[in-house]
């Protein structure tokens, strides 16, 4: 399972088993490479199509295609591709509410520091964020954002993508809640730092499904007849 943090005193995690509860478009075509608190995370998206994202390193993966979320692992040697449909909205309402993972719920202001920060060879300008969490905890934390037009897409789409996994608005909340001006973002704390940013199109075989799709209901059918259980 893969999983990135926002986070600031408590523990903030989308655990990316891949679940998309509305479809939507990519903003325009690119590549960036994210660090959070536990990973390094690749972000690549088409212009109105596909978006991957995992975890350098690793060769499993989340891919969204014709808006459906799909997991790609490596089983034994080979492709298993699993369409999650809505699994993990279950999952992640169960993890929330028994207070395994908070995510944040309501921005409660953005102040802008008046200081610049370079990150990527970018500048930004930094904001201070209070936040309240799902658990109702607040926090604060500092953000580096910018007007610069690649991030504000690849922003767009990585607060797409986390606001489908988390089956939540937290994410849509946090994108209104940045100034007008600049949202593009550089860092979040420590959780989240853009490191590299590409504008050229990825090959539309980084998006590809190498395996016919399952879902869950076909899973346990096949469990059923492997174990000779019957359906009532």
């Known amino acids: 399972?893969?999983?990135?943090?926002?986070?600031?005193?408590t523990t903030v995690c989308?655990?990316?088993?891949?679940?998309l509860a509305a479809p939507f478009a990519a903003v325009a075509s690119g590549?960036?490479?994210?660090?959070?608190?536990?990973?390094?995370?690749?972000?690549?998206?088409?212009?109105?199509?596909p978006v991957r994202l995992g975890r350098q390193g690793q060769k499993d993966y989340v891919?969204?295609?014709?808006?459906?979320?799909?997991?790609v692992t490596y089983k034994m040697g080979g492709p298993v591709v699993m369409e999650m449909?809505?699994?993990?909205?279950?999952?992640?309402?169960?993890?929330?509410?028994?207070?395994?993972?908070?995510?944040?719920?309501?921005v409660n202001s953005v102040r802008d520091l008046h200081k610049t920060e370079t990150i990527a060879g970018i500048q930004g300008h930094v904001y201070q964020l209070n936040y309240t969490d799902t658990?109702?905890?607040?926090?604060?934390?500092?953000?580096?954002?910018?007007?610069q037009a690649a991030v504000v897409d690849m922003s767009t789409t990585y607060l797409h993508t986390l606001q489908a996994l988390m089956s939540s608005d937290s994410a849509q909340r946090l994108a209104s809640a940045l100034p007008a001006q600049r949202r593009g973002i550089l860092r979040i704390g420590q959780?989240?730092?853009?490191?590299?940013?590409?504008t050229q199109t990825p090959p539309a075989s980084q998006f590809a499904l190498p395996a016919k799709?399952?879902?869950l209901q076909n899973l346990l059918e096949g469990l059923q007849g492997l174990t000779g259980m019957q359906k009532h």
């Open 1 to 9: 399972m893969m999983r990135y943090c926002f986070r600031s005193g």
């Open 14 to 19: 989308v655990a990316m088993a891949g679940c």
């Open 31 to 49: 590549t960036a490479v994210v660090q959070t608190r536990q990973d390094t995370a690749t972000l690549s998206w088409q212009t109105d199509g």
């Open 63 to 71: 891919v969204v295609r014709d808006g459906k979320p799909y997991t």
């Open 85 to 106: 449909g809505g699994l993990v909205q279950g999952l992640s309402a169960l993890t929330q509410s028994q207070g395994q993972y908070t995510l944040p719920d309501h």
């Open 135 to 147: 658990q109702g905890k607040a926090h604060v934390t500092d953000a580096v954002l910018t007007d």
């Open 191 to 198: 959780d989240f730092t853009l490191q590299s940013i590409s």
């Open 213 to 215: 799709p399952t879902n």
